[in-house]
């Protein structure tokens, strides 16, 4: 498979293509990022183009089939909570530990050897996840209610992302004691947050246009974003210069060229599994304390 795709993209790419990405990599990441070439050339040059155009065929398809679930969603929710509001001191204190976590990183990188360069980390989807929830937590007119709860369904669906981010923790480039305090309280946040505001508020379960919607965006964001920006700076942006460190008991497709398409079915799975038990869980919690409410001895 990995040998066919290589094969395909250097029969259809044309030279021009490669060459032109080849002198754009030799002016830009490879001449001021941190990558040696051999990581940061993991995929070849004609793979690069290749994939890209394949992947932007998948999203305009996609887009196509899922084509009004962003404003029917946001209708939806909107007509559920008719005049709710997030607004709260709670959520308020949350934005705010949310905002020192995100400014300590900016710190943090930006102290490191080749700051601009570093400060590029800040795009891994932990760090925008953040930005997207104190957006949520801060805009908490009624007005805004359909949009947030929007945005929170799919910071349910990507739960899986500050999982696997707080299960496999990088300490490596950690220079502070304290970087390890603000990782745990930073990722921690993100992973309580989903099952907080499932509870609290509305979120939406699955459909098909909702498989699609949240399948074509995070590629889009990946393929058309993520991957040119890491070639830019030379830093593997959300592991779309070269895959992660699996290990050699993850499956061989996640270790070789075809990884990034391979992580694209993978990452539509674990979204649909974090959807429906993020959703279920909420559901139990919010069945006990409606039960805890309603057993509640009344004042004499």
């Known amino acids: 498979m990995e040998s066919a795709l290589i094969d395909f993209c250097e029969a259809v790419v044309p030279d021009s293509f490669a060459d032109a990405l080849q002198t754009f990599a030799a002016h830009t990441g490879l001449k001021w990022g941190v990558m040696p070439s051999s990581h940061y050339w993991f995929q070849p040059p004609k793979v690069h183009v290749g994939l890209f155009a394949l992947a932007m065929v998948f999203c305009v398809a996609l887009r196509s089939l899922s084509r009004g679930f962003r404003s029917s969603a946001i209708a939806q929710l909107l007509s559920r909570g008719a005049g709710r509001s997030l607004r709260c001191s709670a959520n308020t204190f949350i934005a705010c530990l949310l905002m020192i976590c995100l400014g300590a990183q900016v710190y ?6 080749k700051p601009l360069v570093q400060l590029a980390w800040l795009l891994m989807p932990c760090h925008i996840f953040t930005g997207l929830w104190v957006w949520i937590l801060l805009h908490g007119s009624p007005q805004s209610y359909g949009r947030n709860c929007y945005l929170a369904t799919l910071m349910v669906d990507w739960l899986w992302g500050p999982v696997a981010a707080a299960l496999r923790p990088d300490w490596g480039d950690h220079r502070f004691l304290w970087e390890s305090y603000i990782f745990a309280t930073h990722h921690g946040l993100l992973l309580l947050l989903p099952f907080y505001y499932a509870v609290r508020y509305d979120t939406l379960g699955l459909s098909w246009p909702h498989i699609f919607h949240m399948t074509w965006v995070p590629t889009l964001i990946n393929f058309a ?12 942006v959300n592991y779309q210069l070269a895959p992660p460190p699996l290990g050699r008991k993850a499956p061989a497709v996640l270790r070789s060229v075809m990884f990034r398409p391979a992580f694209v079915i993978t990452c539509v799975v674990l979204s649909v599994i974090s959807n429906v038990m993020t959703r279920w869980v909420a559901k139990m919690i919010r069945a006990m304390l409606s039960a805890a409410q309603h057993t509640k001895p009344k004042a004499m």
Request: aromatic share 16%.
């Open 108 to 113: 943090t990188k930006g102290s490191r050897p």
């Open 225 to 236: 974003l993520f991957c040119p920006y890491g070639l830019f700076v030379g830093l593997n």
